[in-house]
């Protein structure tokens, strides 16, 4: 097993934003392998996150963010459990981080529990009729729907969208592992995007 020295905690605690001790003990379980470290992190993160979900979230802040040469905005409400929290850099770095998404990515809902069953089946109607004028055997037009409505929820729905400014976590992903470095319950409860014109 690799020696766990202060240079490798100090390091995976600046990727993750893990505590100094969670590093510590994910580097011990892991041998000293820096990946599985990570991965350990992110399952704590995620365990921890799933179980402060149901806590209230009253407190918060709204967040305004105005694109360069001021043709675009956006406002979004963030919220957390105290107002203590509402005022720390993690948390306003999160909200300032979802305001950018919103304005580089365009999203139309929070989630897709916001997106009316209307328009769900809308949407499965054009992809039906696409696979159909594609020529597609109709034992297979379901599940290429179902695939194509995968890839509408993680354009539409914010918590489903590539992070920009890192491809391999979603928002949901920033927004567990803000849970876990907080230790409080956020909730991204509206935005609004604002374009010159529009």
């Known amino acids: 097993?690799?020696?766990i020295t202060a240079k490798m905690v100090k390091d995976l605690r600046e990727?993750?934003?893990?505590g100094m001790m969670d590093c510590k003990k994910?580097?011990?379980e892991s041998g000293g392998d820096f990946e599985k470290a990570i991965k350990h992190l992110r399952e704590q993160g995620v365990a921890s996150a799933a179980k402060k979900a149901g806590?209230?979230?009253?407190?918060g802040i709204i967040y305004s963010y105005i694109h360069p040469g001021d043709k675009l905005g956006v406002l979004v409400e963030i919220n957390c459990e105290t107002d203590f929290v509402a005022r720390t850099d993690d948390f306003r770095n999160f909200a300032k981080d979802v305001a950018m998404q919103v304005a580089a990515a365009d999203p139309k809902v929070v989630s897709r529990e916001e997106v009316s069953a209307a328009m769900i089946?809308?949407?499965?109607?054009v992809y039906r009729n696409q696979a159909k004028l594609e020529g597609k055997p109709d034992k297979i037009i379901e599940k290429i729907v179902d695939g194509k409505m995968e890839k509408y929820f993680?354009?539409?729905c914010l918590l489903e969208q590539p992070f920009v400014k890192d491809n391999d976590l979603t928002i949901t992903d920033v927004l567990t592992q803000t849970v876990a470095k907080i230790g409080e319950n956020i909730k991204i409860r509206r935005f609004v995007r604002f374009r010159l014109g529009d």
């Open 154 to 156: 993680s354009e539409a």
């Open 1 to 3: 097993m690799a020696e």
């Open 121 to 125: 089946e809308a949407e499965r109607e």
């Open 15 to 18: 990727q993750t934003g893990a």
């Open 55 to 59: 806590r209230t979230t009253s407190e």
């Open 26 to 28: 994910a580097l011990s």
